[in-house]
């Protein structure tokens, strides 16, 4: 018995397509030996770069009916590239035979049944489309590929097409606009807890016509707060823990809202609307003086408070986020007078609202305790509830505060936010005690984030945004500074 010949049958194109690629039929004529060339290139290239099957004559074998190749062939490819020049249309035109003119017949064929179908996809290689394709053909979108110099931006282009990711992919719809009138728009919502407002603002900072109504819905909290503590703004009294006591609730009480919209201001908002912000720690410090007013020494210090909680949880929230531009707005700015401090002098922010102007004896009796950094406590204790959601924990919540309040020492002694201005003074707090942990190779927030200073250099995010100048030799120079102060004025 005769045995099969290994030889007998050797597998077609047509016997060997994989399932997961898109199958392509090159329709073209053989115009000249460099023609043939070309469509093999293109062929192999669409093969080799882009995994796309194509069935190309030129890979069939001896003994291959090409009819049969070409019938069975247009019709199982997802796609047919019509190769286009005025050779090829001219044999359409004046040949009843051949390869090329049986293909258009069966192309032909298929267009009339189904006018709508993107099968059939002419490439231009000379000429143009109405001098190389037949009527048909010529007026579908196509690939001009006459350029040699362009090949491989067109060839990408195509295969994407074949893919079904074309390039030229229309982009997604936005969001439906918001075509509510102006007069609806500028009326801003009313919030009925500071939770709700906070959830007011962000929905009006995601919005970018909601802006105007975000900037008045924020200014006209700056004013209630403000008119909320300036109902309790007589210091005519000596200060006691209880009144101290007192003064801290109802300057908490008249930022509440304005705190828990801070977060998200702070992560979300442009600089633009940050600076409202800023706006309201001003404002806080401001103090209308009437004639004759008298007031005692230290309790004045009361009507800063409000404004000594939004500096620092703001500044927090600034080094969370890396809002260092934002840092560097609220350390430049200035409280004009009148102020709570002078009815004629103006002041640094820095100094009004971010420095303890209680020494640390007096502060503990006001706050019955006996805290190392009293002034750092009461901020922390006072700001703490606006992070609930925002830390791991309160040691997470403890670090970042000490870069915040170590930072803005730095910048305290840069700007040199303080009165005496010939001397080297830097705002200490519980930061002090922090720094030990860079010397143990303790691994937390306070610690990377001041290593990261020795490593970027200029290219540290503070610097980047603009703190020090954004000099890291400047920053090294006021850090040593620094470091001296604190080792020789640690309480």
């Known amino acids: 018995m005769k045995k099969d010949s290994p030889f007998n049958k050797i597998p077609n194109q047509l016997d060997q397509i994989p399932d997961d690629v898109p199958v392509v039929f090159i329709s073209y004529s053989w115009d000249s030996e460099n023609h043939k060339q070309w469509v093999l290139d293109l062929s192999n290239d669409l093969r080799e770069k882009y995994r796309v099957y194509t069935l190309l004559d030129r890979y069939n074998h001896g003994g291959d009916d090409l009819p049969t ?10 796609r047919v590239l019509i190769i286009g020049t005025p050779r090829y249309k001219e044999k359409l035109e004046n040949s009843n035979s051949g390869g090329a003119r049986y293909e258009d017949q069966v192309i032909t064929i298929s267009l009339y049944k189904d006018m709508g179908s993107d099968k059939f996809v002419p490439v231009l290689r000379e000429g143009n489309f109405s001098e190389s394709f037949n009527t048909l053909i010529e007026t579908r979108l196509g690939y001009d590929m006459t350029n040699d110099g362009q090949y491989e931006a067109r060839l990408q282009e195509l295969a994407a097409d074949i893919w079904g990711c074309p390039m030229n992919l229309a982009p997604a719809l936005g969001p439906k606009p918001n075509f509510t009138p102006a007069s609806q728009v500028l009326q801003p919502l009313k919030a009925s807890s500071p939770e709700d407002f906070a959830t007011i603002v962000k929905s009006y900072l995601l919005d970018p016509t909601k802006r105007i109504v975000l900037t008045e819905f924020i200014e006209e909290e700056i004013e209630k707060a403000f008119q909320k503590i300036m109902e309790h703004a007589s210091y005519n009294h ?35 609307q940050q600076k409202l912000l800023v706006d309201a720690m001003i404002k806080l410090c401001t103090k209308p003086f009437k004639n004759g007013e008298i ?4 309790t004045v210090y009361n009507h800063l408070l409000a404004s000594t909680f939004l500096f620092h949880s703001t500044g927090v929230a600034a ?9 560097k707005l609220m350390i430049e700015a200035k409280v004009p007078a009148p102020n709570a401090l002078s009815p004629n002098y103006s002041y640094t922010l820095q100094y009004m609202a971010g420095c303890g102007h209680w020494g640390y004896d007096m502060l503990n009796q006001y706050l019955n305790s006996t805290w190392i950094y009293p002034y750092s406590q009461m901020v922390m204790s006072a700001i703490k509830t606006y992070f609930n ?32 201005q010939d001397r080297v003074w830097f705002p200490i ?18 610690t990377d984030f001041f290593k990261k200073a020795t490593q970027l250099k200029d290219d540290w ?21 620094g470091e001296e102060y604190y080792n020789k004025n640690r309480y």
Not at 319 to 327: A, E, I, M, N, Q
Not at 429 to 446: A, L
Not at 461 to 481: D, N, S
């Open 69 to 78: 190749f070409m019938s069975k062939g247009l019709k199982r490819a997802d």
């Open 238 to 272: 000596q200060t006691t823990p209880q009144t101290f006591n007192k003064y801290r609730s109802i300057h908490q009480d008249a930022i509440a809202n304005l705190a828990a919209a801070m977060l998200p201001i702070v992560r979300y908002g442009t600089l633009e």
């Open 295 to 298: 007031t005692n020494t230290n």
């Open 319 to 327: 080094v969370k986020y890396s809002r260092f531009d934002l840092v």
């Open 389 to 420: 959601k925002t830390f791991i924990d309160n040691n997470d919540f403890e670090n970042c505060f000490c870069v915040w309040e170590h930072i803005a020492s730095l910048l305290c002694r840069f700007y040199k936010n303080y009165l005496i």
């Open 429 to 446: 707090g519980t930061f002090v005690n922090k720094r030990i942990s860079m010397f143990r190779h303790e691994e937390d927030f306070y």
């Open 461 to 481: 995010e503070p610097l980047k945004q603009g703190l020090f100048a954004g000099q890291y030799e400047i920053f090294e120079k006021i850090y040593k500074e």
